[in-house]
């Protein structure tokens, strides 16, 4: 099944930027897709950003360039570069295994907070 402790999280100003990131264990990283996914106030949970086993990656929509998904396989950790944050931003993330869908238990989060 695998667990996730997600980290990085954090109070930012709008503009601002964060980097998260997250520890797997008990999986083989190295033949799972990886992904973030956050969940705001009153929403339901969403796919942030996933990438492949060979690297292919795939944003949401709302992401516009503005975040950068990266793996270590060799730490089996993943990264979420995030630049230029909005107020729509704020959430909880999440990481988890699964390319169409997660696949794992879901770790406690870290939250993002973006506000002025």
């Known amino acids: 099944q695998g667990q996730f402790v997600e980290s990085g999280g954090g109070l930012v100003q709008p503009g601002g930027s964060l980097k998260l990131s997250c520890q797997a264990s008990?999986?083989?990283?190295?033949?799972?897709?990886m992904g973030w996914y956050r969940q705001a106030p009153g929403k339901e949970r969403e796919p942030v950003a996933i990438?492949?086993?060979?690297?292919?990656?795939k944003y949401g929509d709302f992401v516009k360039d503005r975040f950068t998904i990266s793996r270590n396989d060799d730490k089996k950790m993943i990264g979420l570069q995030m630049n230029n944050l909005t107020t729509e931003d704020t959430a909880v993330y999440y990481c988890n295994r699964g390319w169409r869908e997660p696949a794992g238990p879901w770790g406690q989060g870290t939250l993002v907070a973006v506000s002025s």
């Open positions: 990438i492949s086993a060979l690297n292919t990656i």
């Open positions: 008990g999986i083989n990283m190295m033949i799972e897709a």
